[in-house]
């Protein structure tokens, strides 16, 4: 073990001891109390340990350092602070700029090292999490949530330009999202699925600015088409509820929707199953999907 990991253990440890000094009560204390010990006290070592870790990865500073397209050497312009929302909350991360005057870009080494994405407020676990409860429920819900289990402040504007970002990416990759199993363990071969597809009109604002440059909003109402599957469990030959879905939804038309749902519906292999129960309002949409897949 290097001196400098062995430092590092230490100082946690001698971090947790003081902590845990102030704040055990010896005299007795509640179930409750512990709990609130425990975490708090987590908490703030982990996030002590994030930032001592992110300190050990910085490169060395250099006048000139080596451009990550071109590897011409390129001159040192300034120093970057950015805060970056990590899973134990947000950091500050000090970086040191370099242009390159031949592709025309700046970089900071230390971004390749934490393998930081230009622009990012947040790693990709944190990013993954908003996208995930944001898709599955109002964004204004999920600050609360983060707050409340995570001790991290969120604003609800963060969550939806995320999830939405996501979802981007996403689509263009051709992926459907799908929630976790809600049962452990592998899943057998489904012998029902369900496929339900439907539309409905929601209010829908135009993009602006935050400086009001394009005036007052513009509000109008879409269509949000929807696709969903999912499992059953089963006793007897009757559901016994939910265990798993998966999902597709765009404001695009027919046209963009289609493949999105077939896609969904390859993922779920939905031609291998016992039984395909298909769930629709009697749009005319309903056959021309049947018949596609």
């Avoid at 409750?32 to 425990?38: F, G, K, P, S, T």
């Avoid at 006290?41 to 006048?63: C, K, S, Y």
């Avoid at 134990?88 to 080494?109: D, E, L, N, S």
């Avoid at 947040?122 to 707050?147: D, I």
């Amino acid at each position: 073990m290097s001196e400098g990991k062995k430092q590092l253990i230490e100082q946690a440890k001698a971090r947790v001891e003081q902590m845990l000094e102030e704040r055990i009560d010896e005299t007795g204390m509640t179930l409750e109390e512990i709990e609130a010990v425990v975490e708090s006290t987590t908490r703030e070592v982990a996030a002590w340990i994030t930032e001592r870790l992110i300190e050990e990865q910085r490169p060395p500073d250099v006048n000139r350092a080596a451009c990550p397209q071109c590897a011409a050497l390129c001159k040192y312009k300034r120093r970057l602070e950015t805060c970056v929302l990590t899973i134990h909350g947000p950091t500050q991360i000090r970086r040191r700029y370099h242009y390159c005057t031949a592709c025309k870009a700046g970089f900071a080494p230390l971004d390749a090292a934490l393998g930081l994405e230009p622009g990012r407020e947040a790693t990709r676990q944190m990013r993954a999490w908003q996208a995930k409860y944001g898709s599955g429920t109002a964004f204004a819900a999920v600050p609360e949530l983060f707050q409340e289990l995570r001790g991290i402040t969120v604003s609800a504007s963060t969550v939806e330009r995320t999830t939405l970002a996501v979802g981007a990416q996403l689509r263009a990759a051709g992926r459907a999202w799908a929630a976790p199993a809600a049962v452990s363990g592998p899943q057998a071969p489904s012998p029902r699925l369900y496929l339900s597809l439907d539309g409905t009109m929601c209010p829908l604002r135009d993009e602006w600015r935050r400086d009001g440059s394009r005036g007052k909003l513009v509000c109008r109402y879409g269509e949000a088409k929807l696709g969903l599957v999912f499992q059953t469990g089963e006793n007897d030959g009757l559901d016994t509820g939910v265990v798993r879905r998966g999902c597709v939804g765009t404001m695009g038309d027919l046209d963009v929707f289609r493949p999105l749902v077939l896609e969904l519906g390859r993922q779920w292999q939905l031609t291998q199953a016992r039984e395909l129960l298909v769930l629709g309002d009697g749009a005319g949409c309903d056959a021309e999907f049947r018949q596609a897949s």
